[in-house]
């Protein structure tokens, strides 16, 4: 199947050092050129040596390496993680605090302006479903289950707005798969701020509206 000399077997020897140097670079180009603009031969030909078929051993496609260094953006800046055990906020202002630094992360912001046509891509979009639910849900359930205990919040819906908050944010946000222009996307931001102040959650303030904006303003106008 795979060749036992050369780069080949540097790549079995460590996989990880492989994989590492194969999301370096599809970061570095999924900035630079865009997620459409980027090919898997783009990638190979950054990779000093490494060859097609050690990229595809590792990842099936484009859209897995583009889930891949979505991941790995996340975990290295996890805004929840730096929240979660300061005992100066509350439950709220955990959630607000952990948004804020979301949004001032400008590589993760610049990575989800890319254009990515979600809905010709139905694997990454499983994907990207499936990561949220596995990795942003618990941390929403855990903050606004906080918040209802010290008094910062007061929801019945905890469960159901950690698991579908993430949705919101990351799918029904994305002009890519609900089109809409740079007001649009302010506005539907704003509705989901009334929504969630009306299920006993007053999530956005003033701070966090104009983080928003000033993301949606980078983004392609989709009019």
């Excluded at 000399?5 to 670079?25: C, S």
Aim: negative net charge.
């Amino acid at each position: 199947m795979y060749k036992k000399g050369g780069q080949d077997m540097a790549r079995n020897k460590y996989p990880e050092v492989t994989v590492e140097k194969i999301l370096d670079a599809a970061q570095r180009l999924f900035l630079e050129k865009g997620y459409d603009n980027t090919t898997i031969q783009d990638i190979v030909n950054e990779l000093d040596g490494l060859s097609k078929g050690a990229v595809y051993h590792h990842f099936k496609s484009k859209e897995e390496i583009m889930d891949a260094v979505g991941d790995r953006m996340f975990s290295a800046n996890n805004p929840f993680e730096a929240v979660r055990n300061r005992s100066d906020l509350n439950g709220l202002q955990k959630l607000q605090e952990a948004i804020r630094l979301n949004q001032s992360d400008e590589a993760r912001t610049d990575m989800t302006i890319q254009s990515i046509p979600l809905t010709r891509n139905p694997r990454l979009l499983v994907e990207m479903i499936e990561s949220n639910r596995r990795i942003l849900t618990p941390y929403y359930q855990e903050l606004l289950e906080e918040g209802n205990r010290d008094g910062s919040l007061h929801t019945e819906y905890a469960k159901e707005l950690a698991e579908l908050m993430p949705l919101l944010t990351s799918l029904w946000l994305l002009p890519s798969v609900f089109p809409a222009d740079r007001e649009g996307m302010k506005h539907k931001f704003h509705f989901l701020g009334d929504m969630l102040e009306k299920m006993g959650v007053p999530l956005m303030d003033d701070s966090i509206y104009e983080l928003v904006e000033q993301f949606f303003e980078k983004m392609p106008d989709e009019s």
